[in-house]
């Protein structure tokens, strides 16, 4: 785990985290879920989104790269600091008893959160590509994934016990298929 760092984008990340809980977005509740799942299941496509449409494009021009001092076309986490360790960390925090009900919402607030304390900033694509990768494991991929848990359990705003079974079953159903694949 990182030290506390003080970084350069906190008051913009703070003015986005009260844009997003002002938002009617990302209402949908989660229960009965794993961290491990969240993170494999919404961090390299809702956490993504959410760091883009955060960090605009916009945003970035206004940001040289932190390396070279460059034109600056990427969002960069740092080592030891990916996405999916900045979920974890919002995650533990917010959600440590996963037989309680969150919205998705609290943990992208959390995930924001995150950030604050991190050295994230943005580079132009050649220092980027020069960034330490962490090594990926090569079992681990959607079909494992989906085989060894039962389903998320999302529970749609607004929506019946009868509805959310209904969407408990058609995630059972779509992991069934992408494991027959």
């Not at 494991?137 to 989906?146: E, I, M, P, Q, R």
Request: proline share 4%; with cysteine.
């Amino acid at each position: 785990m990182s030290s506390a760092v003080a970084n350069p984008h906190s008051e913009y990340i703070d003015k986005r985290i009260e844009k997003l809980q002002m938002s009617d977005r990302l209402r949908t509740k989660i229960t009965d879920t794993t961290h491990d799942i969240i993170i494999k299941d919404f961090s390299c496509h809702l956490f993504t989104d959410l760091i883009q449409t955060t960090f605009t494009p916009a945003y970035l021009r206004k940001h040289a790269c932190s390396d070279c001092g460059g034109k600056s076309e990427h969002r960069c986490h740092g080592a030891g600091e990916e996405r999916g360790e900045l979920l974890k960390r919002a995650l533990e925090r917010v959600f440590p008893d996963t037989t309680k009900i969150i919205s998705l919402k609290e943990i992208a607030v959390a995930f924001l959160e995150e950030h604050k304390t991190t050295r994230f900033t943005f580079k132009c694509t050649a220092c980027q590509d020069k960034e330490p990768r962490p090594k990926k494991n090569k079992k681990s991929n959607v079909k494992s994934s989906l085989s060894k848990r039962k389903s998320i359990r999302l529970v749609p705003p607004g929506e019946s016990e009868s509805r959310q079974r209904t969407f408990s079953l058609r995630l059972k159903w779509i992991a069934i298929f992408i494991r027959k694949e």
